[in-house]
Nanobody, 121 residues
Framework: QVQLLESGGGLVQAGGSLTLSCAAT????????MGWFRQAPGKEREFVAA????????RYADSVKGRFTISRDNAKNTLYLQMNTLKPEDTAVYYC??????????????WGQGTQVTVSS
């Protein structure tokens, strides 16, 4: 079992930056691909980024490519999402997800509780 806890959300002005962290408990974190999703009010949960177990391969949604960077530190059991040049449309609850690499949230086995990111214009 893996438990995930996100942190680092908050309120930021458009053009600003935030870094989200996802702390994982459990010995098997380093075995899993991990991802970030987000969900805005009234919208479906959408894929943001994913990273394989070693960190050597990543993938991004087109809407965040070039602005967001996903990374992981397996020694610290932590997943990160560096978000730059934030836009108001990035406003959402951001979720950390474990054991998946696809765009489909149903492919992921573990989920955090989410952290709110609000970007003001």
């Amino acid at each position: 079992q893996v438990q995930l806890l996100e942190s680092g959300g908050g309120l930021v002005q458009a053009g600003g930056s935030l870094t989200l962290s996802c702390a994982a408990t459990g010995r098997t974190f380093s075995n899993y691909a991990m991802g970030w999703f987000r969900q805005a009010p009234g919208k479906e949960r959408e894929f943001v980024a994913a990273i394989i177990w070693s960190g050597d391969m990543t993938r991004y949604a087109d809407s965040v490519k070039g602005r967001f960077t996903i990374s992981r530190d397996n020694a610290k059991n932590t997943l990160y999402l560096q978000m730059n040049t934030l836009k108001p449309e990035d406003t959402a609850v951001y979720y950390c997800a474990g054991r998946g690499y696809s765009n489909n949230p149903t492919d992921y086995a573990y989920w955090g509780q989410g952290t709110q990111v609000t970007v003001s214009s």
